[in-house]
Structure formats: structure tokens, C-alpha cells
């Protein structure tokens, strides 16, 4: 049968195998400013074998060809024949992917149990993003070679190439980036030096050499680390002397019985010295993994630290009336670096610069607040020098607070009656959450943190003022509550407009997760890039993602207990529900509920999921360099209302693109 014209059939539907899918779309793969991540991934599995105890050594080395080379001693990759492809397992670990041997979370002893690699996508980046790869294997007295090229392809099937001792055992790859998949195909030999010398921190049984070619010589650097995190934070913070002696520590769960929550081997190492001055040295680590944003790890690091120092304080009797320390006020002078283990680390991308398992605040809160609490009151001392500096930083920014409020109280504004406010008189710090409907405002009211967080519910859904003249625009009571409750007045984009009076530097927008919520968005943000235009300029308009799918996991295995998942949307849900099947929970075993709103979730977990700053996810409302003129083009399309038949027209053309949930 004749395709006709514009029909979309069978024939329309593309299945990448194979690499494809990373050659199609490699920067959902790695980064692709340098071919420094597809290296990274080829070090990371080498530093995994260093992690089970195998390897003793890892060597980079980086030629003056661009290609680079890494070596270890570990076990060797598997050379055998896969029982399900046929063909050598080094073959289908560097080709096929989502393969490797760190999938099985919930074996007690299996020996990737806690490790970098999660997806089994890692060396097949760097295979399809060269232009040749060489993987040499040493294991079982043979030497082994297999070669790929053309972006991943087989050029030499595995050969034996000769023999070695039984001891003998290791991996050599080498690859060639190349240069059409990055900015630039230079490795930047500073940040693979800074990774080197962190993973030797975090292996003191581990050495890590780097090589690097020039004319025709190379200039080695190792490091090693005998005393692990002790060593290399003292090296680490160098010149800027703390107030007080550094506080160490590591804590794992040892046994199931210890922790309801967490799984035997989960935990966390950390260093913490607090400086008054200088540039502050902040590191935290996954898995050995260098998270360079942060993450939810580092927000538990935070919370036990703040927890710590703030009970510490009351013991002591060291607060001054009226003055209120925040985590901010601990956590602004603090020196850190952090080494979590978890068996089922959540990123965000493949790059993992960012954790964002919420679960990891839960956890690293409970490895160090208690310790923290205990080392402070041993050393009494030094625990009051850190409590000083604390207490400074507290001062410091209620009076900075305190000059903002007398700025503003020479004209004093009526807030809006339906307005819950916060404690705080720090606009920097405070946030005000827009939602609709009285159940959802009366759960955000429950949910939020008192000290710092606003609710202003409205009532049913907000008025479209795209062609509302500023005359007529207070007309409407639901729109003055907001400009009231902002504390700034409308303008124009062209105008400048006086901002002293906006009282929350956070204006989030709280719907439900469904096409009504979505419609909601829609308007207030149409409200605000029509009349309050610098509020989205600079950065103060934010939307929240509460999740629409809760999922209820029992608890499986010896190892891993019940707990609770959350998902934005069902391509969220159906990737989580993957995850679980390849954690060994059977299908049916978890109960799936979604949220018909807001309303319907209990306090806490509005709190957990949307509006804990260290766990929820949220997006910044932003309007891109250059895209002010389009941006205002699509808006009069869809709100204006003279311009229905283009809307119909656009939703002709692209309306089979979104994928509505109407259920």
C-alpha cells in the first residue's frame, strides 16, 4: 500500500542499536566540551577494581597523539564467551549498552555491590566517541587483545597474545577521542589531576599515576595517600587555618538492625574544618565518584552539621537573645569533603556532577550528626571557637537583614489577609509558595518551614492578563494579593523598577502535577512575564515539581528495606519501575498511587517532595539570551485572545508532540 503524504506509520519509527543512541545524542551521554568524562569513565571502572580490593595501581597516561591510555592490576575484564550474545564478555561490555557486572545492588556479596559504575553505559561512551580503542587483558596466564574503531566497531576480534605468570592479572585501555563529538578533543590534563589525587584519597591502598607526554619524555605525577582523608585535607585547606582542629569521620551501617532505612554497607566519610576567611574547599564524592554541584549528600552533611552545633550552642548557653542561627549561618565558613556510599545513587545525567537521591540527606544526616555532637562536647573548646564563628555569621546576617527592613518601612504595606508569612525578615533567604485552592494551601501550610518559607493560596484558577492594562490589573483580587504580598508594584520591561521592597527572593509556583496544574503554571507565569518582567529577569520565579506517582516498595532481600519512591510524570515512573526490576523485585510486588492533588498529600510528604529545599526539584523560569522576542511571540499566540485560529493551528500541527495526562 501507497504511503501517503504526511502519514506517519511503522516506516516512521527509528530503533537505535547498538552505540547509536550515544553517536545520535552524545551529550546525554557525556560532556561534551572535552573527551575528559570519557576518560573519567575508563578510570572510574579501573578505581572500582581498587574499591573490591583488587588493584593496587592505576596509571593514566596521556600521549602526545591525544589518545590515552589506563591501566590497572586488577582482575582483568572477563575474556569467556557471554551465554546470551555469543561472544567474548570484554566484547559486549565496550558495545552493548547497559551491560557490566555492578547491577546486582542486592547481592550481599557480590563485589560491585557499592560502586561507580551504575548503568553499564560508561566505557561505551568512550568506545563510540573514538576513532580507535585497544583493551589489553591480562588474566589466567594469558594475555588477551581486542581492538575497536570507527566509533565502536570491531576491527580485531579478541586474540590471545601471548602468556603471563598466574599471578599476573590487569586491563591497558587505550583510546583515541574523537574530535568531531567535543569543543574541544584536548584532555585537560588539571581536572584529570584533581580526580587522580581525590580517588587516591579515598583508596589509601590505592596508587594513581599520571603520565604525560612531552617531546617524546613524560612528566609523572603520583599520589598516594597512606592516611587517606586525614592527609589530604590538611593538604587540601593548606593556608587557611581553621578556628578550630578538624573534625573526621566515617560511619557505615554494619548491620541491618542498625538502620531501618539503609542497607549494610551504606554510610559515609567525611572531613569538616571551619575558617574564618579564604576560599573554601568544598568536595563531595559518590561512590569515589567527584559530584562537582553537590547534591542531596551534601545537604545531609549540612543538616547534621547545623543540627550538631545548634544543640551544642543551647547546652553551652552560648546563643544571645532574639538571634536565631540557620543552617546558612553554619554552613557559609565551612570546609568540607565527603565520601558517601550508597547502593542505588540517583543522578542527575550520566555526567553525575549533581546527586539527587533524596534518601542520601537522610543518611549522611544520621552517620554525622551524632558523632559531630559527640566529638563537639569532648572537645569543649574547640567545639565554642566553631560556635563563635557560627554565632558571628548569625549576627552578620540579621543585621544585613535587619538595614534591608529599615530601607523599607518608610512606606508600610498591607499584606494580603489570606497570606501565611514567615518568621524571617530576610528577603535573601525567604520564599513564598503561589497555589491554588484551599486544600493545597492549607497542606503547603502544614508542610512549609515556618522560619522562612510563605503560603499564599487563591482562589480557583487565576485570570489570564495578557492584554490586561495596568490600569484595570488590580482589578482583580487574586492578582493585588500577589503584588502585595511580593511587595513589588507592575511595570514594564522597559521600565526600572524600584525591587527594594520584594520581600522573598523565591517566588515559587505550586501546582498539581496534572493539565489543570500545568494551566495554572501557564497563567501566573504569564502574569509575571507580562507585568513583572525583572522578577523573571533576575532570577526570583521559580515552579515547583510535586511528583504525581507515589510508589510503595516492599522491602526484598536481606539487604534492602521498604521505602517510598516519587516520580514527576509516568516516563519517570515507567524508568524507576525498570530500576526496580533490575534490583530483583518481582513485578506486582510495588503498589503504584497517584496523586489526585496537592491536597491530597499528608504534610510530610508535600515536605519531603516539593518543598524541602534539600530534596525537592524545582525550575528556575529563565528566558534565554536572545529569545526575549520569540518568547513574547508565543505568548500573544497562546494568550491572546484574537489569536484563537492560530492557536487551533498550532494544535493541528503539533498537538500529536505532547503527551497530556487527561486521566
Known amino acids: 500500500m ?8 511503522a516506516e516512521d519509527i527509528e530503533i537505535l542499536e547498538d552505540l547509536a543512541p550515544i553517536l545520535h545524542r552524545p551529550g546525554m551521554y557525556t560532556d561534551p566540551v572535552n573527551p575528559n568524562h570519557a576518560l573519567v569513565e575508563i578510570i572510574d571502572n579501573a578505581a572500582d577494581e581498587g574499591l573490591a580490593g583488587f588493584a ?9 597523539d591525544g589518545s590515552a591510555e589506563v591501566q590497572d592490576d586488577g582482575r582483568g575484564i572477563p575474556v569467556d564467551i557471554h551465554p546470551v550474545k555469543k561472544v567474548p564478555a570484554v566484547q559486549v561490555i565496550f558495545t552493548t549498552l547497559h551491560s557490566g557486572g555492578k547491577f546486582r545492588k542486592t547481592d550481599r556479596d557480590a563485589v560491585y555491590r557499592i560502586a561507580g559504575g551504575l548503568h553499564g553505559v560508561g566505557v561505551c561512551v568512550s568506545n563510540a566517541l573514538s576513532t580507535r580503542l585497544e583493551v589489553d587483558v591480562k588474566r589466567d596466564g594469558a594475555k588477551w587483545r581486542v581492538v575497536f574503531g570507527d566509533n565502536g566497531k570491531l576491527q580485531e576480534p579478541l586474540v590471545q597474545t601471548g602468556t603471563c605468570g598466574p599471578r599476573e592479572s590487569g586491563t ?8 568531531r563529538y567535543f569543543d574541544s578533543p584536548k584532555i585537560v590534563a588539571s581536572d584529570l589531576a584533581f580526580l587522580m589525587r581525590a580517588k587516591a584519597m579515598l583508596l589509601p591502598g590505592v596508587k594513581f599515576t599520571l603520565n604525560i607526554e612531552k617531546g617524546g619524555r613524560f612528566e609523572t605525577t603520583t599520589w598516594h595517600f597512606p592516611d587517606g582523608i586525614k592527609g589530604y585535607f590538611a593538604t587540601a585547606v593548606g593556608v587557611n587555618e581553621p578556628v ?3 573534625f573526621f569521620g566515617e560511619r557505615y551501617v554494619t548491620a541491618q538492625s542498625e538502620s531501618d532505612s539503609f542497607a549494610e554497607g551504606e554510610g559515609a566519610l567525611w572531613a569538616v574544618a571551619w575558617t574564618p576567611e579564604g576560599e573554601l574547599v568544598t568536595e563531595s564524592y559518590v561512590n569515589m565518584i567527584p559530584t562537582r554541584h553537590g547534591g542531596t549528600h551534601v545537604s545531609g552533611l549540612r543538616e547534621g552539621a547545623y543540627q550538631a552545633i545548634k544543640n551544642f550552642i543551647d547546652l553551652h548557653a552560648m546563643g544571645q537573645r532574639g538571634l536565631k542561627v540557620v543552617p546558612e549561618d553554619v554552613w557559609s565558613r565551612a570546609n568540607y569533603v565527603l565520601s558517601v556510599k550508597m547502593l542505588d545513587p540517583q543522578f542527575k545525567g550520566q555526567v553525575k556532577n549533581e546527586l539527587i537521591s533524596r534518601d542520601a540527606v537522610k543518611l549522611t544526616a544520621q552517620m554525622v550528626r551524632d558523632p559531630f555532637e559527640l566529638w563537639l562536647n569532648e572537645h569543649v573548646d574547640e567545639g565554642k571557637k566553631i560556635a563563635e564563628l557560627v554565632l558571628r555569621q548569625a549576627l ?3 543585621r544585613a537583614a535587619q538595614k534591608v527592613e529599615r530601607r523599607k518601612s518608610s512606606g508600610v504595606a498591607v499584606l494580603p489577609g489570606k497570606l501565611t508569612d514567615c518568621a524571617s525578615d530576610d528577603p535573601d533567604r525567604n520564599e513564598l509558595f503561589i497555589v491554588e485552592g484551599d486544600s493545597a494551601g492549607g497542606s503547603a501550610k502544614q508542610a512549609r518551614d515556618k522560619e522562612f518559607q510563605a503560603v499564599l493560596p487563591l482562589k480557583g484558577k487565576p485570570k489570564n492578563t495578557w492584554q490586561d492594562s495596568p490600569d484595570t490589573l488590580y ?3 487574586e492578582i493585588e494579593a500577589i ?12 521600565d526600572t523598577p524600584d525591587l527594594s521592597g520584594l520581600r522573598y527572593r523565591k517566588i515559587i509556583v505550586l501546582a498539581d502535577a496534572d493539565v489543570d496544574g500545568a494551566h495554572i503554571q501557564v497563567l501566573l507565569l504569564t502574569l509575571f512575564f507580562r507585568h513583572f518582567p525583572k522578577l523573571i529577569e533576575n532570577g526570583n520565579v521559580y515552579v515547583a515539581q510535586p511528583p504525581l506517582f507515589r510508589i510503595d516498595v516492599p522491602a526484598h532481600g536481606k539487604n534492602k528495606p521498604a521505602r517510598k519512591l516519587y516520580a514527576l510524570d509516568k516516563q519517570e515512573l515507567a524508568s524507576l519501575e525498570d530500576k526496580l526490576r533490575d534490583e530483583g523485585v518481582k513485578d506486582g510486588a510495588w503498589a503504584v498511587s497517584r496523586f489526585k492533588g496537592l491536597g491530597e498529600m499528608s504534610p510530610e510528604q508535600l515536605w519531603e517532595t516539593t518543598l524541602n529545599p534539600d530534596t525537592r526539584r524545582m525550575l528556575p523560569v529563565l528566558v534565554e539570551d536572545g529569545q526575549l522576542e520569540v518568547t513574547g511571540t508565543v505568548f500573544d499566540m497562546m494568550m491572546a485572545r484574537e489569536n484563537a485560529s492560530q492557536r487551533r493551528e498550532w494544535m493541528e500541527t503539533y498537538g500529536n508532540l505532547v503527551d497530556a495526562d487527561i486521566s
Not at 501507497?2 to 506509520?9: I, Q, R
Not at 503584588?483 to 522597559?494: E, M, P, Q, S, W
Request: glycine share 4%.
Open 56 to 64: 593496587k595501581g592505576v596509571t593514566v597516561t596521556l600521549h602526545e
Open 172 to 179: 591497558r585501555i587505550r583510546f583515541w577521542p574523537d574530535p
Open 244 to 246: 578550630a582542629s578538624s
Open 396 to 398: 552578620t546576617r540579621t
Open 475 to 477: 482589578a482583580n483580587k
Open 483 to 494: 503584588a502585595l504580598a511580593i511587595g513589588v508594584d507592575h511595570h514594564k520591561r522597559t
Open 2 to 9: 501507497a504511503k501517503k503524504d504526511n502519514a506517519y506509520t
